[in-house]
């Protein structure tokens, strides 16, 4: 790190103080003068339909200004491909899901607007419902969406290499059943925005987005006008994870269409029962893994055979699921792969994209289902990762896997190596296995997860440099800190390449009327495409500036160098002046310069076959070693996880901070859904909708999480960096449940494992209370 003066520094965060001091402004914190309020009609059914609306109770109420319904929307609809777009902003003939949005009440305050919402008289005929994604399957099921008779929406059927013939010539061979869970993100700021569509034709909107740029396309469209009269104004995201700020709800369009027919601004807050019944969460995947290995513990093959609980609608689907397949390759070797997956709809609410996107299901089978195989063969749990694994490519070199991933770093020997030296691992034999009636264990996980995600869709990313008269720099870019601490690594990456202070490069929200447009904050991509993009800005606005001082000195620009804001010459560092001071020649001298520096990312897309299931899903690849300790009560089951230990190669931490927030945060948030976590669900209605009862973990019941970084220095991350956090969410659920076995000798194949399933199963096995 010493040869940087900023980058790997461990600086304040751009937006601590604002958080820290109750400053920050979120969407709900937003008001404008003569503002109105949006309240959403929802089904009550999971499958009906609506056979008639009558609004004209809700429309007599006093303080109500208008009622929207499906018709208001003209039939427009979107999703993620042009052949699955296949949801509305509110129901039109049929709803799909409980709670589906039927109606909008926009009024002068929120108690009237849910006032009227009562008002409301919906007809429905009720349909028969289908929720369990196998029993949609089924001929004679209940059929959701008529262009899809059979109810899959997405479907997936890869070959590489002779997967047959390598599972006939395997010493062993396994085929086991696994299960993720129905989980959600779970950010305390629920989905709210303020839209106003002004006299003149254009529309302004303070949302709660972590990807505000998919917005501002969607209410171009769907308000048929040109980009240019979309304005998206961001405040502070209370959180993101993927899912439903990533995408546009009934609210967003209702609010802006409620404007537009009122002429005043409208404003919408979701409650908590809003989001835990119809905000867009995990897939809940069924996985039948089928795994070969030698003799000698090593892989020959892997099928897998994926069933996705893809709810209503398909929404970022045909992504989730070729995610789900292509990363099943790394971070071990393997020779044959086949990969069959059926992403189905059923009368649930909507799958969309997590931390961890589709990547945690697989890895999750695969990880525990190399131990079991480890187990038969008597080979320690450690060595047949170790044996497996893919070894980092000298510079200059790349590692191929057998369905096209390319890897130009990777880490993962290095983390296994480092992590089974821990004391956490290493002396598990040594620390008590029993104590009274908990039962103690230790587990490991080795995995892999994408960075810099460059896939379908518009992915260009763009960033300015200016620099102003004072010497002070401001950066604007449209790439959206949803708090994983973005703004400050960008503006880390400023002050480097330019030479400036940290304290001296201020960043600007994105505010579409200004800012680049960028995708937004998914997949890891910011610090990796935003990234790269701010960091040729700087560079562009440097070489401007370095123009001047050549001039000056009547040296040549690559003489000059920047450092702390200070200029000099490289063979004679007493010649120097202060930035400021060169900045001042530079835009008061002569004619005058504006200098800015401008910058893109110009990574491309690659071009992913999701019919062949080939290319790159990102630039580079973050690899994962975890350790864990808990303990297990044998006569209650509960779980008391003490010890996280991480190893984990985000190529370099540019701001440590922030990276091991950010792996502590995905890691606990990995144990929430391997133990914790899970909708409970009875014929489309949740009935865990509540944070009491939904229990995610709290602190307290966060371990002790030590981490260690590799340091690979990707050729292609700016300063060598590649993604962090996700790959910690990714190794969490099969260590902990590695670590279950250990404890309890029982393999638990679905995610969460509650206290009731470990009772259950140490019956079963004649274990309870010994």
């Known amino acids: 790190m010493e040869e940087y003066t900023v980058i790997g520094k461990r600086v304040p965060r751009k937006d601590g103080r604002e958080k820290v001091m109750g400053e920050a402004r979120y969407a709900a914190d937003y008001t404008m003068p003569g503002m109105l309020w949006c309240k959403i009609v ?12 009558d609004i004209s109770r809700a429309e007599r109420l006093p303080g109500v200004k208008t009622v929207i319904t499906g018709k208001d929307f003209g039939g427009w609809t979107w999703g993620f491909m042009a052949n699955t777009r296949d949801e509305s902003p509110l129901a039109t003939d049929k709803v799909r899901y409980r709670y589906e949005a039927v109606a909008g009440v926009i009024a002068i305050d929120e108690e009237t607007a ?33 262009y899809r008779p059979n109810n899959i929406s997405v479907e997936s059927h890869w ?12 010493f062993l061979v396994r085929e086991d059943r696994f299960e993720t869970g129905k989980v959600i993100v779970g950010f305390l700021e629920p989905p709210a925005s303020v839209a106003y569509f002004d006299p003149a034709g254009s529309i302004t909107v303070w949302p709660a987005k972590q990807s505000p740029y998919f917005h501002y396309r969607h209410l171009a469209a769907c308000f048929k006008l040109p980009l240019s009269k979309v304005r998206i104004i961001q405040p502070f995201i209370g959180g993101g994870f993927g899912g439903t700020k990533n995408d546009s709800l009934a609210g967003d369009f209702c609010a802006v269409l409620g404007s537009k027919l009122t002429g005043k601004p409208v404003k919408f807050v979701y409650s908590q029962e809003e989001v835990l019944n119809t905000c867009r969460r995990r897939h809940n995947m069924i996985v039948h893994n089928k795994m070969g290995m030698t ?43 086949k990969y069959d997956a059926w992403r189905v709809f059923t009368n649930n609410p909507i799958s969309a994209a997590m931390r961890g996107h589709g990547i945690t299901h697989t890895r999750f089978a695969c990880e525990l289902q190399m131990e079991m195989m480890a187990e038969e063969l008597g080979i320690d749990l450690a060595e ?21 991933v390319i890897l130009k770093t990777c880490g993962i020997k290095e983390a296994l190596e480092i992590a089974v030296q821990d004391p956490l691992w290493a002396e598990k034999d040594k620390t008590p296995k029993h104590q009274g009636p908990v039962s103690y264990g230790v587990g490991l996980s080795g995995t892999s997860y994408l960075g810099g995600a460059r896939q379908l869709g518009h992915q260009s990313c763009g960033a300015v440099v200016r620099i102003c008269e004072d010497g002070s720099v401001n950066l604007l870019t449209g790439a959206t800190d949803c708090g994983q601490g973005s703004d400050t690594v960008l503006t880390m990456i400023v002050a480097e390449e330019l030479g400036v202070r940290y304290e001296d490069v201020a960043i600007q929200r994105v505010d579409s009327a200004y800012t680049p447009v960028d995708p937004g904050s998914y997949g890891s991509r910011v610090t990796v495409l935003a990234g790269q993009a701010t960091r040729k800005a700087a560079l562009d606005a440097k070489k401007q500036l370095l123009e001047v001082g050549a001039k000056i000195w009547q040296v040549k620009p690559e003489e000059i160098e920047i450092r702390n804001a200070e200029v000099f010459l490289k063979s004679d560092s007493e010649k120097r002046m202060s930035f400021e001071k060169l900045v001042k020649i530079a835009c008061y001298e002569g004619s005058g310069a504006v200098i800015l520096g401008r910058g893109y990312s110009g990574y491309g897309i690659e071009p992913l076959d999701f019919n062949t299931g080939t290319g790159n899903g990102g630039t580079s690849y973050s690899f994962t070693a975890q350790t864990v300790r808990l303990g297990v009560d044998m006569e209650t089951g509960k779980i008391d996880v003490t010890d996280f230990f991480i190893a984990h190669d985000c190529g370099r931490p540019l701001h440590p901070i922030s990276v091991e927030s950010q792996n502590e945060g995905g890691a606990v948030q990995g144990l929430g859904q391997a133990i914790y976590e899970g909708f409970v669900m009875d014929k489309g209605r949740t009935l865990n ?36 956090s996700e790959g910690s969410h990714v190794s969490t659920p099969p260590a902990v449940l590695s670590a279950l076995h250990d404890a309890t000798g029982i393999w638990f194949k679905e995610q969460p494992v509650t206290p009731e399933k470990i009772v259950k199963a140490l019956k079963e096995a004649g274990k309870w209370g010994k």
């Open 42 to 53: 929802r089904s009550p059914f999971a499958h009906a339909k609506i056979l008639h609306i």
């Open 114 to 146: 849910e006032e009227a919402c009562d008002l409301i008289r919906v007809d429905y005929e009720e349909l028969r419902g289908v929720f369990d994604p196998e029993e949609a399957m089924k001929e004679g099921a209940p059929v959701i969406h008529d």
């Open 159 to 170: 070959n590489f290499g002779d997967v047959e013939k390598a599972f006939q010539d395997s």
């Open 295 to 337: 003799r000698d513990g090593l892989l020959t093959a892997i099928h897998s055979r994926v069933v996705a609980n893809g709810g209503a609608y398909t929404a970022i689907s045909p992504l989730t699921m070729y995610l789900t397949g292509f990363a099943t390759t790394i971070p071990y070797k393997l020779p044959a792969y």
């Open 384 to 404: 047949i990762r170790l044996r497996n694994a893919i070894a980092n490519p000298k510079r200059g070199e790349v590692y191929q896997t057998i369905n096209g």
């Open 689 to 724: 909708d509540t944070f009491l009862d939904y229990k995610m973990p709290r602190a307290t019941d966060a371990p002790n999480i030590r981490i260690v970084d590799i340091i690979t220095d990707d050729p292609d991350g700016p300063f060598g960096a590649k993604e962090a």
